[in-house]
């Protein structure tokens, strides 16, 4: 499986931003997904996860109540509709597929990751 991520860019404080991630195959009819995100200097951290059906959704607290994650099975997507951004928000962000049907906090539980996709908030 190969997981291509799009639309990073430089934006500024309060805009909005869309990513999608692309799957080369059908992954979705079994697995979670999420995405993550890296800051320089900084671990990998779990940003949203949803599940193989969309039903169940997390959110990291930096989060919640500003980005959505969802997912259309049949075109093999993943989104993250980020919105009021924050110069925190700025990092490379990733796609990434669970072992599981179930998405996880963990990154040890996702076995495909996209390349990432660059967000730049300024202030």
């Known amino acids: 499986v190969q997981l291509q991520a799009s639309g990073g860019g430089l934006v500024q404080t309060g805009d909005s931003l869309r990513l999608s991630c692309t799957a080369s195959?059908?992954?979705?009819?079994?697995?979670?997904m999420a995405w993550f995100r890296q800051a320089p200097g900084e671990e990998r951290e779990f940003v949203a996860g949803?599940?193989?059906?969309?039903?169940?959704?997390v959110y990291a607290d930096s989060v919640k109540a500003r980005f959505t994650i969802s997912r259309d099975n049949p075109k093999n997507m993943l989104y993250l509709e980020m919105n009021s951004l924050k110069p925190e928000d700025t990092a490379v962000y990733y796609c990434?597929?669970?072992?599981?049907?179930?998405?996880?906090?963990?990154?040890?539980?996702?076995?495909?990751w996209g390349q990432g996709t660059q967000v730049t908030v300024s202030s």
């Open positions: 195959r059908r992954v979705s009819s079994n697995n979670g």
């Open positions: 949803i599940d193989w059906r969309g039903g169940s959704r």
């Open positions: 990434a597929v669970a072992r599981s049907a179930v998405s996880s906090r963990q990154a040890s539980a996702y076995n495909y």
